[in-house]
């Protein structure tokens, strides 16, 4: 695929133009989504998606049209292996919602760079990085077991004051950090004295937790294509539309009961599955002497995405049953009330 200094020009105009359009139209005035103009917004980006692979087609012929689109599917697919850590994320460090949007592209911005310099550096190079699936999927297991006991415990009534979780804390011990968010504040400057924000951690902490993804990704769409600028644009409109899914799903979390728990098997599901492929990957020298150790077969990406959606159907029904159920107690308890006469 012969692809001329102008395409690439091109497809950084069409990646800029859209994050300029979430800057202008989004970040530049916080606010907080509805879910129909995530839902909107959502189905613009894969119809950009979409147009950009019949370009392709156009330009460079069916075969490469179709590695884009089966590259551009499977980042989708692999994406909302993302898209539930950054719920999770958000929520640890208590972003308030009309900031979110803003840290989720500046996140997304991140991920982007780190990801192009990965494709640059080609999948075998990736590879070599496989050992942080270990930590990484320690983590997630961690995150699904807090999941789960939220979903135990009966939330204690609490002010709307920010409070600083347990990782925040610990980094304000060792650089100079502000109390709380100071509206979309990055860096704070008070008293002669420069400082962090929360709101910077989370960025980071989103962007690197990307990269994690990227090292199970890329490797995955080099085997469907070997062309860098294919890697790339599936790559970047799959990150590109994360933003608008995210408050589709976050959406959720308010009006299902028992997602908590639907959360804590799929971030379960993918922290075993990260430790899985480290497994098979394995150069780690007191972990079965530094050879890979195949115990059991890696899921496939059908299959991992079959997981999640069976998981997030069965907390929807579970949630709509336990809501009706709710709102007929009060109902029949106003029947069995005495009349009087």
Known sequence: MD??????????????????????GHVKTPHEPTMREAAWWSVGYVAVAVVFGLIVTGVWGGEYGEEYFAGYITEKSLSIDNLFVFVIMISSF???????????????VIALVLRLLFILAGAALIENFSWVFYLFGAWLLWTAIAQAREGVEKPEEHDDGYTPSGFVTLVSRMIPMTDGFVGGKLVHRHAGRTMITPLLLCVIAIGT???????????????????????????AFSLLGLRQLYFLIDGLLDRLVYLHYGLAAILGFIGLKLINHALHTNEVPFINGGRHWDVIAEPSISASLGFIVVTILITVIASVLASRRSRSKPNAARLSEPIDV
């Open 94 to 108: 208590r972003v308030p919602r009309k900031y979110q949007q803003e840290v989720l592209l500046a996140g997304i």
């Open 209 to 235: 937790a990307d990269v994690m993804f990227a090292v199970d990704s890329i490797p995955a769409i080099y085997s469907l294509t070997a062309e860098p600028y294919l890697v790339f644009a599936a790559n």
């Open 3 to 24: 692809v001329h200094a102008l395409g690439w020009l091109a497809l950084a105009a069409i990646i800029l133009t859209m994050i300029a359009v979430d800057i202008v």
